[in-house]
């Protein structure tokens, strides 16, 4: 724990002790309502300013900072105490931005074609961790408002499934954004699939599906051996019982690999199972992975076919393609000391 933001309004009111009621009020305003760090809190005196700047700094330092042409979408490298490295993402719409947050350092998961899981895990975010990177994009969208989060950036979010959930819990009660505009991702950790469907919130699940029969998934996504596709189609309904929300399925569309007709049948046929919404996503680039995203033309056909086998599918903008978009890829390039991305899959798919 080191972010301020891993105080929560308890930690806050043990930190203040006997002084009067309204410093918790101030530092809870500055830090929460403002999203100011310690240290920028005039309304506190300075010995407590000073104190919180010694002993819960800011976890987020600047690394490095790439914005598209158009300024609609800033992606941000942050180093973490100890030197690990972060990506977050915010986009920027007329009225409004989403951020998209990571949840790790590094990822476990392994999938061949992410930057991220080429380069391995590091460590688990705090909650503070979390929370720090919406409060700063927070400040940044200014004066639009930021709507929605997304937990689709480095990391598992259910390989850090309890810090996640506290950091769910308290964006929507500390930082007052509805659970139904947070959506969290997930590889299709089945267990805590299962675990969240039972939380009782109503926030948004999307599982990076990528394939649908269990064969081609597991070359995409190793972790779909442990978890076959059955018991993601399975959880996925599961917590649309108990939640009445549609689950998403993200499928970024590789070209020659996850893009023919035998793909989208497959996938409707999951899709209608599980009643779920797809998001078919043009895969960004990433060094070391031998294949490329599906080319539009082909993108929009395959949605076609899926919307004639009844499935609601939206085709996602594919943003940053001027930066370094893929995710971990921004890191990538930015290491002091340069990380050997090793595809995982040396040759496409045959058909
Ligand atoms: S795609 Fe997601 S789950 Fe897979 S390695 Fe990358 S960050 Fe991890």
Partial sequence: MTSPWDLDRSDLAELVGDQPRYRLDQLWAGLYEKGLPPHQISTLPKALRAELEQTHPPALSPAARQETA???????????????????????????????????????????????GQAGFERHLSVGEIL?????????????????????????????????????????????????????STVGLVPQMRRFAEEGLQVGLAVSLHAANDELRTELVPINKRHPIDEVIAASRLYRENTGRRVSFEWAMIDGVNDRDTDARELATVAKAARAHVNLIPLNPTPGWPTVGTKPERIREFASQ???????????????????????QLRANHEAKPVTLRPRRNTPIAE
């Fill in 132 to 184: 720090e990177q919406v409060i700063v994009a927070r400040a940044e969208a200014a004066p639009r408002r930021l709507s929605n989060i997304v937990f689709m950036g480095m990391g598992e979010p259910f390989a850090n499934y309890d810090r996640v959930m506290t950091a769910v819990r308290r964006i929507i009660d500390d930082l007052e954004i509805g659970a139904r505009k947070i959506t969290v």
């Fill in 70 to 116: 158009d300024g609609m979408t800033v992606k941000r490298l942050w180093e973490l105490p100890g030197g690990a490295r972060v990506e977050s993402v915010l986009m920027h719409y007329p009225e409004r931005s989403t951020v998209c947050i990571s949840s790790q350092a590094g990822c476990a998961m392994a999938c061949g074609f992410c930057a991220t």
């Fill in 306 to 328: 899926l919307e004639r086998d009844g499935v609601n599918v939206t085709v996602r903008a594919n943003r940053g393609t001027d930066i370094d978009a893929a995710c971990g």
